[in-house]
């Protein structure tokens, strides 16, 4: 007899099901949100799994990839379709979100998301660092020029690199408790300015050529193409992150995703037709 596996994942603890094939109840525990805990746990039952769920979400590759290593068949499944199952339970509580998943997983009703390999999931770390430096810095720098514009001080285009300067000259002027706070404030944009530049070096180095930059964003976000069990998985996927980077410009988005597949020495001529299908 077959038997299957739900965890309903939470940040403490995940709850764990295991059905027969015919939906009987086996086994439920809980355990630590942690592979070894979990494999513990699922090893009690005293059953060979078929398979075993658990929903995408933050900690999903961490839980997924550490349960594989163990030898357990675990498998990352999409959430968002896992709770349109599991909206029709009444009284819905870990506990019956983890049978939930369970049955799913006994009648195939789930899809599978990819996992991205643990480089592609550095680099993407890596470049959302960045991101996230980009926006305060931008936060920080609008924030200075309200200030000054209080005072009638308008600095118009400076470069990230002078604008420091820039508003210390500027700011003669200005009393000493508001000069103080946006002194703060410069010396925490020189702080990001100076670390975005560290990141952007490695970045360089990761990246040989600069026309490669967009094709390696989208690589780190997706992992290699070949990982993806059908060409059609990707089509919508891939479009809703190229209007994103490129603003609608498809023509640039098509190239940039050519060369994530040439990268590869795979051919993008289907990848781009479903792209296009998507809209």
């Known amino acids: 007899m077959k ?16 059905l027969s094939e015919e939906g009987e109840r086996i086994f439920e525990s809980k355990a630590p949100t942690d592979p070894q805990p979990i494999y513990d746990e699922l090893v009690k039952s005293g059953v060979e799994l078929e398979k ?8 999903s590759n961490y839980l997924t990839k550490g349960l594989q290593d163990l030898g357990v068949k675990a498998m990352c499944i999409d959430a968002r379709k896992m709770a349109a199952i599991l909206s029709v339970t009444i009284n819905k509580t870990d506990k019956t979100a983890a049978r939930g998943i369970a049955d799913a997983m006994r009648c195939n009703h789930y899809k599978l998301v990819n996992l991205r390999d643990n480089d592609n999931g550095s680099t993407g770390v890596l470049l959302k660092s960045r991101a996230t430096l980009v926006d305060s810095r931008r936060t920080l720098k609008n924030t200075i020029r309200g200030f000054l514009k209080a005072y009638g001080i308008r600095l118009g285009a400076v470069s990230n690199q002078q604008f420091p300067k820039t508003v210390r000259d500027a700011s003669v002027e200005v009393l ?10 410069l010396k925490s944009y020189e702080a990001m300015h100076s670390e975005i530049k560290k ?12 026309e490669d930059d967009c094709s390696f964003n989208i690589q780190s976000r997706y992992g290699r193409p070949e990982s993806f069990s059908k060409v059609r998985i990707c089509g919508s996927l891939l479009w809703n992150d190229a209007s994103t980077i490129f603003f609608g410009r498809i023509s640039e988005a098509r190239k940039y995703i050519q060369m994530w597949f040439e990268r590869c020495s795979l051919s993008s001529n289907r990848i781009w037709d479903c792209i296009v299908n998507a809209l």
Not at 52 to 59: D, K, N
């Open 176 to 185: 000493s408790h508001a000069k103080l706070g946006m002194e703060s404030l």
């Open 3 to 18: 038997y299957y596996a739900g965890l309903d994942v939470a940040m403490k603890e995940t709850f764990i099901c295991i």
């Open 199 to 210: 990141i952007e070096k490695s970045l360089n180095e990761i990246c040989k050529y600069d």
């Open 52 to 59: 075993v769920g658990l929903e995408s979400g933050s900690l």
